[in-house]
């Protein structure tokens, strides 16, 4: 239980006990300075402590933004501040310098935590209360007044209305966050929390998977509805965690991961649904999820690489985007035609319900292709016309992203190359080529060969760190290139059970990439090097499946990728799922990432 400490006189009448007793806090008074000193240190170091002025009027929900928050070591409101365990020494240090200060005349009993917060030598949150009141009343007129503030003010809806994200899609902001607030605020009151929510849509967007997969006409139609009200569970799951302030690294991991898990499992029921009708759309299928992760990967690399960047948004395409944003229409069209995941949902949930898997696919595709293009074209054109300066975390990140291997590290000690530029333009020629040569030639040894390129030149890029402009582009052209070989030659196999095992691979190497993703934005850097050898690397698993293809006949071949798929599937989740428990046992630093729309 975290601990509240009062100092000051008590309030005849102010009910400021029991609401942070109703915020899980246990309650003692302090006299003065002093006397706080001598509470705080006897309240264990594991647990969170805050000072709270006895004379503090405000809505609950301002103590619990200021007090509660678990993303923060220390937080402070006008007369109240709080530490976790992390930031309790501070504490500690800047409540004893409020108590020299009070022994010698120059603090006034009563203002105590916000002398403590001003000397806090730490990190402070400082939440914005925007309505909410927060407060300290010098006399009883004051007191008053400050009370009819509270009044007037209603707090609950407040604490429902930015319990929704602040920067959604369209379909998500105005057909779904108006009800699953609710269905949030049902949820708190009845002690769920997030992640059972998160692990609930998971559950109905299964269930809907596999509604698909029947191939009948009521089947399609209760897999569009139950996908519709996944992604309803999808939206209350953060609403949830806004609303009770139930942050949590293990719970936002959990939120984006299953966000992936639940639309290309849905992808592999419509394309067993079709096929259970006579109509093939694995390649399809794999082809949606192709080129839905590497759109994900041009989002994670260009933030990572501008995110410490001080010159960010300084470009002429980012004045001209600024601009639009003054004009209301044009944010919403910014926003929807991007296909963000309300957007691409509703829009599959209904094609299912109304059309066939075929017609859903090539929307989709047709769909994504475009919000690739556009969102790929703005960044280039902001990162060829600002002058940004790439940091050593940027670039660490980016390599991350990379994903080389063993091959690529071997090429860069045997074959370094002292020309950046050339590196990443071979790197692209590489790729291009080995594409090339799988859809031309298929499974031949000409694609070997143009893999082994590949992976000559893909070793060059590790060589360098990636501070160029464009450099962020290199993760995405590597993911471009292996999906597509490994999609390409499972299509060239024409086998019976190769696109479905391909589609098992892709899935099972996509969640290393989204899961080294989630790690470096949680701070956690990328996975283990152990775990990038162990799975071969980028260029290595491309050079593999070509060879494979080379080597053996159709239906050993279709053996090799589902055997490929669980291998790689085994070591990915048995690592990611011992390092995110882990973490969240370690009780490390609580995430809430609120992103732009996925």
């Known amino acids: 239980m975290s601990t509240a400490i009062l100092t000051g006189q008590p309030v005849p009448g102010s009910s400021l006990e029991g609401d942070l007793r109703s915020l ?29 002025d006895a004379r503090f009027v405000g809505h ?32 500690a240090r800047a409540l004893h310098t409020a108590s020299a200060e009070a022994s010698n005349g120059s603090v006034v009993v009563g203002i105590v935590a916000d002398r403590v917060a001003e000397a806090l030598d730490t ?62 605020r049902w949820c708190a009151r009845r002690g769920m929390t997030p992640n059972q929510v998160t692990t609930a849509s998971l559950i109905t967007a299964l269930i809907a998977a596999g509604c698909a997969a029947t191939g009948t006409r009521a ?100 004045a ?13 069209l910014r926003r929807m035609i991007v296909l963000p995941i309300g957007e691409r949902w509703a829009m599959i949930a209904v094609l299912t319900a109304l059309t066939t898997p075929r017609i859903t696919f090539y929307v989709l595709l047709i ?79 000409s694609t070997v060969v143009c893999a082994v390129v590949y992976v000559l030149v893909s070793g060059g890029v590790v060589v360098h760190p990636l501070k160029g402009a464009l450099d962020w582009l290199l993760p995405p052209l590597f993911r471009a290139a292996e999906y597509g070989t490994v999609l390409i030659l499972a299509a060239e196999a024409d086998v019976n ?19 080294t993703v989630y790690r470096i934005r949680g701070n956690a850097g990328a996975p283990p090097h152990w775990l990038v050898r162990a799975i071969g690397g980028q260029e290595g698993r491309t050079l593999l499946v070509t060879v494979l293809a080379a080597l053996l006949a159709a239906e050993d071949f279709k053996v090799a990728l589902t055997a490929l798929a669980v291998a790689v599937a ?15 046992r370690r009780g490390a630093p609580a995430v809430h990432d609120e992103g732009e729309p996925a």
């Open 570 to 584: 085994l070591v990915v989740l048995f690592e990611s799922i011992r390092y995110w428990v882990t973490a969240h």
């Open 219 to 318: 089947g399609f139609v209760a897999a569009g509805l139950l996908l519709l009200f996944s992604f309803v569970l999808d939206c209350t799951d953060g609403q949830l965690a806004r609303y009770s302030l139930q942050y949590s690294t293990l719970g936002a991991w959990l939120d984006a991961t299953f966000d992936r898990a639940k639309e290309y499992a849905y992808y592999a029921g419509l394309a067993l649904g079709a096929a259970r009708g006579g109509d093939d759309v694995w390649a399809l299928a794999l082809a949606a999820m192709v080129l839905q992760t590497c759109r994900h990967v041009v989002d994670f690399s260009f933030n990572e690489a501008n995110v410490d960047s001080a010159a960010a948004n300084t470009s002429p395409t980012a």
């Open 60 to 91: 609950v929900h301002a103590l619990r933004l200021g007090l509660t928050d678990p993303r923060f070591d220390a937080a402070a409101i006008p007369g109240a501040v709080t530490a976790r365990s992390a930031a309790r020494p501070a504490l």
């Open 367 to 445: 769909g994504c292709a475009f919000a690739a293009c556009y969102t790929t074209a703005g960044r280039v054109l902001r990162s060829v016309t600002r002058k940004a300066q790439r940091t050593d975390r940027a670039a660490q990140a980016l390599a991350d992203l990379a994903d080389s291997g063993p091959l690529a590290e071997l090429v860069s000690r045997v074959m370094p190359s002292p020309y950046p530029v050339l590196t990443r333009l071979f790197a692209l020629i590489g790729a291009v080529l080995v594409l090339l040569a799988a859809w031309v030639d298929g499974p031949g040894w």
């Open 320 to 332: 001209l985007s600024g601009k639009l944003d003054s004009v209301g229409w044009t944010v919403w």
């Open 497 to 515: 059970g190769a696109l479905p095992a391909a589609f098992g691979l892709v899935a099972a190497v996509a969640y290393h990439h989204y899961d």
């Open 123 to 184: 990190d402070l949150h400082r939440p914005e209360l925007g309505e909410l009141v927060a407060e300290v009343p010098r006399d009883p007129q004051a007191r008053n007044e400050a009370r009819q503030s509270v009044a007037s003010v209603d707090d609950e809806a407040i604490r429902l209305r930015t319990a929704v994200k602040s920067r959604d899609g369209f379909f998500t902001t105005y057909c779904i966050s108006p009800y699953s607030r609710y269905i949030a």
């Open 24 to 52: 899980g806090f246990d309650v003692r008074a302090a006299t003065d300075a002093a006397d706080a000193e001598t509470l705080l240190a006897a309240v264990p170091a594991d647990q969170r402590v805050a000072l709270v």
